[in-house]
């Protein structure tokens, strides 16, 4: 694939990408790819001769990964309250803060690193992106055991790490705007994927109501797990649809108000509606793990079940996205901020 | 992939906001809606004028060949505009089944009148079991004999020239087009919370002569699917065109009703809530236009038109009932145009299958044994 077309989906990427369902239909880990994807789109769009050079083909190589370094412990829904500054100092900025949730950050090659640059008056202004590479001195980043007893998220500390000035990405001070601008794709990466691989969990349910008898015949001729699982069936396919539409648009550069946001919060519910499902349909053995004497579908549903809680969560609530479509794609008035 | 209207679309949705907007303001679907024959005699000579009967019918036969998709982005604007009649039971259903069925004499008699709008054709299908699966269907009739029982909830049959009415003939579906002012045909209507026009059709020993059968004996079975898919697909059209309206009319008052100072549009509780309505108007649109595309290019579309129909009748539901909720106590009142639109996407919803003959569609579609 060419530099230039990386930025933004075509049609044909979107299908060698999956969206038509070979990933996400093959249950393929998805892992750090969307941010791989965003991170080049950036970096080819406003990034330094620097991170051309030596970043982008690493990407290329397949060699480079990233962590977001966004959220802070009081800096989540409302990402402008972060407190980790960037100090310029000759020809390096020093970046002392303390950084969570970062997806992958252990197993990944660089951190993208959200800091305040300047104190301005607009509240969204004076902040910046840096591409920090692991292993910084000064960078300490710890594992956070999660509720599916895995480590997914990091917290990462950053005692005065001084990192080169070109490798800020984007320019001084524009970073939220930046981020605001990346939003769409972001969202658009971060969930595409999802109705097929839904449906491949769908059709794993349908396989076990056929093969599991429940009163004298297969669960499949109930009447309410038959009805529960077309009407999925269609909200999947509403779902498919919803992402195909919103690539398109993108592609053609058409602005976006609500779409993105719409569809994550449509991807992210109908995710946890399917799990709780699967759970329903597999009665005491829903919540066996993966590897458990008499775990049904390799123990997929219960980790499906644990991991679809944090998906409304990460990477814009559900709530600050139904704002986002109420403000941005109704024009509905802004709530007024608290003093 | 695209998911715009064509150009010629883009023509057809604009004249029609236009026309609607013009002749068809809501205090009219209101009037209409509680007026017992419910029709306006201008109002669709000049639909009429603009072709819009015609839509499905081919050239040959006074009609413009426009595809079934086509109907589907018209015919959401009628649902957005509230607009009553028949054009969906004569124009889309009974339209489809002369075009699929009927022989070429009766074509030729038939259809361009139909695609003039002088006359009026409607179906009739479901009988006491309430179900629109052409294999409920059990009046039997011997042709040439005579015929009699029932059919219920047929709509637009007061003002209907015509009734395709299907029967057993040797235990094979065929399908009769009767004129309705045939002896032995009484009409009685029903009395519906839409204000949609639906009758009890009665039979009481009508003549029935092999002139008056539609196509072959017993051989309806084939051509009833895609006829009933077009019916679920408009019905469908109109539950998005109507609950598009009433999303329109919602975000206006939560921009403009003020309380506590402030619109209630401006607090989380409202926003939330109107997102959701969004996307069950987005979700319900995508499906809808996904299943008349593959219908109108003659792909398999069964499943896809189940799905629109069964997902649309519940978020489009879900749309009026919010509605209401945001509107507060103004959307209780008769003269509110919320509750007309609500009713409407009530009935669309049980129109040509209900959520569980559709859904039933489904899982048989992704595999679930029976």
Same mark, same amino acid.
């Given at each position: 694939m060419?530099?230039? !077309?990386?930025?933004?989906p075509?049609?044909?990427?979107?299908?060698?990408?999956?969206?038509d369902?070979?990933?996400?239909?093959?249950?393929?880990?998805? =892992?750090p790819?969307?941010?791989?994807?965003?991170?080049?789109?950036?970096?080819?769009?406003? =990034?330094?001769?620097?991170l051309?050079? /030596?970043v982008?083909? /690493?990407i290329?190589?397949?060699?480079?990964?990233?962590?977001?370094?966004?959220?802070e412990?009081?800096?989540?829904? !409302?990402?402008?309250?972060l407190?980790t500054?960037?100090?310029? #100092?000759?020809?390096?900025y020093?970046i002392? =803060?303390?950084?969570i949730?970062?997806?992958?950050?252990?197993?990944?090659?660089?951190?993208?690193?959200?800091?305040r @640059?300047?104190?301005?008056?607009?509240r969204?202004?004076?902040?910046?992106?840096?591409? *920090? $590479?692991?292993?910084?001195?000064?960078?300490?980043?710890?594992p956070?055991?999660?509720?599916?007893?895995e480590?997914?998220?990091?917290?990462?500390f950053? #005692?005065?790490? &001084?990192?080169?000035?070109?490798?800020m990405? =984007?320019? /001084?001070?524009?970073?939220?705007?930046?981020?605001l601008?990346?939003?769409?794709?972001?969202?658009?990466w971060?969930?595409?994927?999802?109705?097929?691989?839904?449906?491949?969990?769908?059709?794993?349910?349908?396989?076990?109501?056929?093969?599991? $008898?429940?009163?004298?015949?297969?669960?499949? &001729?109930?009447?309410?797990? &038959?009805?529960?699982?077309?009407?999925?069936a269609?909200?999947?396919?509403?779902?498919?649809?919803?992402?195909?539409?919103?690539?398109?648009l993108? &592609?053609?550069?058409?602005?976006?108000?609500?779409? @993105?946001?719409?569809?994550?919060?449509?991807?992210?519910? @109908?995710g946890?509606?399917?799990?709780?499902?699967g759970?329903?349909?597999?009665?005491?053995?829903g919540?066996?793990? #993966?590897?458990?004497?008499?775990?049904?579908?390799?123990?997929?549903?219960?980790?499906?079940?644990?991991?679809?809680?944090?998906h @409304?969560?990460?990477?814009?609530?559900? /709530? *600050?996205?139904?704002?986002?479509?109420? *403000?941005?794609?109704?024009?509905?008035?802004?709530?007024p901020?608290?003093? | 992939?695209?998911?715009?209207?064509?150009?010629?679309?883009?023509i057809?949705?604009?004249?029609?906001?236009?026309?609607?907007?013009?002749?068809c303001?809501?205090?009219?679907?209101?009037?209409?809606?509680?007026?017992?024959?419910?029709?306006d005699?201008?109002?669709?000579?000049?639909?009429?004028?603009?072709?819009?009967?015609?839509?499905?019918?081919?050239?040959?036969?006074?009609?413009?060949?426009?595809?079934?998709?086509?109907?589907?982005?018209?015919?959401e604007?009628m649902?957005?505009?509230?607009?009553?009649?028949?054009? +969906?039971?004569?124009?889309? +259903?009974?339209?489809?089944?002369?075009?699929?069925?009927?022989s070429?004499?009766?074509?030729?008699?038939?259809?361009?009148?139909l695609?003039?709008?002088?006359?009026?054709?409607?179906?009739?299908?479901?009988?006491?079991?309430?179900?629109?699966?052409?294999?409920?269907?059990?009046?039997d009739?011997?042709?040439?004999?005579?015929?009699t029982?029932?059919?219920? %909830?047929?709509?637009?049959?007061?003002?209907?020239d015509?009734?395709?009415?299907?029967?057993?003939?040797?235990?094979?579906?065929?399908?009769?087009i009767?004129?309705?002012?045939?002896?032995?045909?009484?009409?009685?209507a029903?009395?519906?919370?839409?204000?949609?026009?639906?009758?009890?059709?009665? %039979?009481?020993?009508?003549?029935?002569?092999?002139?008056?059968?539609?196509g072959?004996?017993?051989?309806a079975?084939p051509?009833?699917?895609?006829?009933l898919?077009a019916?679920a697909?408009?019905?469908?059209?109109?539950?998005?065109?109507?609950?598009?309206?009433?999303?329109?009319? +919602?975000?206006?008052?939560?921009k403009t009703?003020?309380?506590?100072?402030?619109?209630?549009?401006?607090?989380q509780?409202?926003?939330?809530?109107?997102?959701?309505?969004?996307?069950?108007?987005d979700?319900s649109?995508?499906?809808?236009?996904?299943?008349?595309?593959?219908?109108?290019?003659?792909?398999?579309?069964?499943?896809?038109v189940?799905?629109?129909?069964?997902?649309?009748?519940?978020?489009?539901?879900?749309?009026?009932?919010?509605?209401?909720?945001?509107?507060g106590?103004?959307?209780?009142?008769?003269?509110?145009?919320?509750?007309? %639109?609500?009713?409407r996407?009530?009935?669309?919803?049980?129109?040509?299958g209900?959520?569980?003959?559709?859904?039933?569609?489904?899982?048989?579609?992704?595999?679930?044994?029976?």
């Open positions: 060419l530099a230039q !077309d990386l930025r933004r075509r049609a044909a990427d979107l299908h060698e990408a999956g969206l369902g070979g990933a996400g239909a093959a249950g393929a880990p998805f =892992g790819l969307a941010g791989v994807w965003q991170t080049a789109d950036a970096i080819i769009g406003f =990034g330094t001769e620097r051309r050079r /030596e982008l083909p /690493e290329a190589r397949g060699e480079a990964t990233f962590w977001q370094g966004y959220s412990p009081d800096a989540g829904s !409302d990402l402008l309250a407190k500054e960037a100090r310029r #100092d000759g020809d390096h020093v002392r =803060g303390h950084k949730w970062s997806s992958h950050a252990g197993i990944s090659s660089y951190g993208l690193v959200f800091a @640059t300047s104190r301005e008056a607009r969204s202004r004076g902040f910046s992106m840096f591409v *920090v $590479r692991n292993g910084t001195p000064g960078m300490d980043i710890r956070i055991r999660s509720l599916t007893g480590v997914y998220h990091h917290e990462v950053l #005692d005065d790490v &001084r990192v080169p000035a070109d490798l990405l =984007g320019p /001084e001070g524009e970073g939220f705007q930046a981020l601008n990346g939003l769409d794709a972001d969202r658009f971060g969930r595409f994927y999802k109705a097929p691989a839904l449906q491949r969990v769908l059709r794993q349910l349908v396989e076990h109501a056929n093969t599991t $008898r429940a009163g004298g015949g297969p669960l499949a &001729r109930d009447p309410g797990v &038959r009805r529960r699982l077309a009407a999925m269609a909200e999947l396919a509403a779902l498919r649809l919803l992402f195909y539409r919103a690539g398109c993108i &592609r053609d550069g058409v602005p976006l108000t609500y779409e @993105t946001a719409m569809a994550k919060v449509y991807a992210d519910e @109908t946890q509606k399917l799990a709780r499902l759970m329903d349909l597999l009665g005491l053995w919540p066996l793990r #993966d590897g458990s004497p008499g775990a049904k579908l390799g123990g997929r549903i219960s980790h499906a079940y644990l991991t679809s809680l944090g @409304t969560i990460a990477g814009g609530t559900a /709530e *600050v996205l139904r704002t986002t479509i109420a *403000v941005r794609g109704l024009g509905l008035p802004a709530e901020r608290a003093r | 992939m695209d998911f715009r209207p064509s150009a010629s679309q883009q057809l949705i604009s004249t029609a906001r236009t026309f609607l907007r013009q002749h303001p809501p205090e009219l679907a209101q009037r209409l809606a509680l007026d017992a024959r419910g029709f005699d201008a109002l669709w000579q000049r639909l009429a004028e603009l072709g819009w009967p015609g839509l499905l019918v081919p050239p040959d036969f006074g009609g413009s060949g426009g595809s079934l998709l086509d109907v589907i982005v018209l015919v604007e649902g957005r505009a509230g607009l009553p009649g028949p054009f +969906v039971a004569s124009a889309v +259903v009974a339209t489809s089944l002369l075009i699929s069925v009927a070429a004499a009766q074509q030729k008699r038939l259809l361009p009148p695609a003039a709008g002088e006359r009026l054709a409607t179906l009739a299908l479901v009988e006491e079991t309430g179900s629109f699966d052409p294999g409920a269907v059990a009046l009739c011997r042709v040439p004999g005579r015929l029982g029932r059919k219920l %909830f047929v709509k637009d049959a007061h003002v209907a015509e009734l395709i009415v299907a029967v057993r003939e040797r235990g094979e579906l065929s399908l009769l009767l004129p309705t002012d045939r002896p032995g045909i009484t009409r009685v029903l009395d519906t919370l839409s204000g949609e026009k639906l009758f009890e059709v009665a %039979f009481d020993g009508v003549e029935v002569s092999a002139d008056d059968r539609l072959a004996a017993g051989r079975r051509a009833l699917p895609a006829a898919q019916g697909l408009a019905r469908t059209a109109e539950m998005v065109g109507a609950a598009q309206h009433v999303l329109e009319l +919602v975000v206006e008052h939560a009703r003020v309380q506590g100072g402030r619109p209630i549009g401006g607090y509780a409202i926003q939330h809530s109107c997102a959701d309505l969004v996307r069950h108007v979700a649109r995508a499906l809808l236009y996904a299943a008349a595309w593959k219908a109108s290019e003659g792909l398999p579309a069964e499943v896809d189940s799905m629109a129909k069964a997902y649309a009748g519940e978020a489009c539901l879900e749309v009026a009932r919010r509605g209401h909720q945001i509107f106590a103004i959307s209780y009142c008769a003269e509110h145009p919320l509750h007309l %639109f609500h009713k996407i009530h009935a669309a919803s049980l129109d040509f209900d959520a569980q003959l559709h859904l039933e569609a489904v899982a048989g579609a992704i595999g679930l044994a029976s």
